[in-house]
């Protein structure tokens, strides 16, 4: 248990729906990254939040994807109309702070756009 | 993108032989971290070494850290069975603006035959 639950942990969705995945951290760190990997690549980083604040976005995260950390403590990654491209695990993790801390990675939610 | 590569890509060893992947990254770190994943799963944290450490420990686990090289070293000793797992380096990036986000490299796949 590493104190990142996701859901769902898998996501079948046709293409042009859109869809939305959950992190909660168990624990109370406030920085919660969210990751996208595909098969066979390590994961590439998506955005960041510190508590309710979203500090940084990648330029992978296009205008379909939208993330909320509402309060500080649940996340929320939604995609809108979604592309065969999208198909990847998506991950979240938690950091207690920042330099020197590991991460603790959820199980991660499959996605996969038919 | 991706600093970190590492090397080799697919490694194949028997139980009880020792296990090293290399990663080489490309700016300047404050921390390198190495994570383990199982198929299909999340990733769990295996080990940190900063930017002013050369060597670390733990367990079975030994990862060594040149800055002036930009490389590091994962060595698994007396493997098993279970260690078979894809593993992947991190850094922490001192020149990305102050990011605070770890950047993975593409990971070496292990496999530990009984």
Same mark, same amino acid.
């Given at each position: ?5 996701q ?6 969705t046709?293409? /042009?729906?859109n869809?939305?995945?959950?992190c ?6 406030n920085?919660?990254?969210w ?6 690549q390590?994961?590439e ?5 510190q508590?309710e *604040?979203?500090?940084e976005k990648?330029r ?7 993330a ?10 939604e995609i809108q109309?979604?592309e065969?491209?999208?198909?990847a695990?998506y991950?979240? *993790?938690i950091?207690?702070?920042s330099?020197f801390?590991e991460a603790f990675? /959820?199980?991660?939610?499959?996605? $996969?756009?038919? | 993108?991706?600093?970190? =590569? =590492? ?7 028997? =139980? ?5 992947m290399?990663c080489?990254?490309k $700016?300047?770190?404050?921390n390198?971290q ?8 999340g ?14 420990h733990?367990g079975?686990?030994?990862v060594t ?6 490389s590091s070293?994962l060595?698994? $000793?007396a493997?098993? *069975? *279970?260690?078979t797992a894809?593993?992947f380096?991190?850094?922490?990036s $001192? ?5 605070e986000k ?6 070496t796949k292990?496999?530990v035959n009984?």
């Amino acid at each position: 248990d590493t104190g990142v639950s996701q859901d769902p942990r898998h996501k079948i969705t046709k293409r /042009g729906q859109n869809v939305t995945f959950r992190c909660d951290p168990i624990s109370e760190h406030n920085r919660l990254y969210w990751y996208r990997q595909t098969l066979g690549q390590g994961p590439e980083f998506l955005t960041y939040f510190q508590n309710e *604040a979203q500090l940084e976005k990648s330029r992978l995260l296009s205008d379909r994807f939208s993330a909320e950390r509402p309060k500080g403590s649940f996340s929320t990654l939604e995609i809108q109309r979604t592309e065969q491209g999208d198909s990847a695990m998506y991950l979240c *993790a938690i950091k207690r702070d920042s330099w020197f801390t590991e991460a603790f990675f /959820g199980q991660g939610t499959r996605l $996969t756009v038919v | 993108s991706q600093q970190g =590569e =590492e090397d080799p890509q697919a490694l194949s060893i028997q =139980e009880g032989e020792n296990a090293t992947m290399n990663c080489s990254y490309k $700016t300047s770190i404050n921390n390198l971290q190495w994570y383990r994943q199982n198929s299909g799963r999340g990733l769990v944290h295996l080990i940190l070494i900063r930017s002013n450490e050369r060597e670390k420990h733990s367990g079975r686990l030994r990862v060594t850290l040149d800055t002036s090289k930009k490389s590091s070293s994962l060595l698994i $000793t007396a493997s098993r *069975a *279970a260690d078979t797992a894809s593993y992947f380096c991190a850094t922490d990036s $001192t020149s990305q603006g102050g990011s605070e986000k770890l950047v993975f490299g593409k990971g070496t796949k292990l496999t530990v035959n009984p």
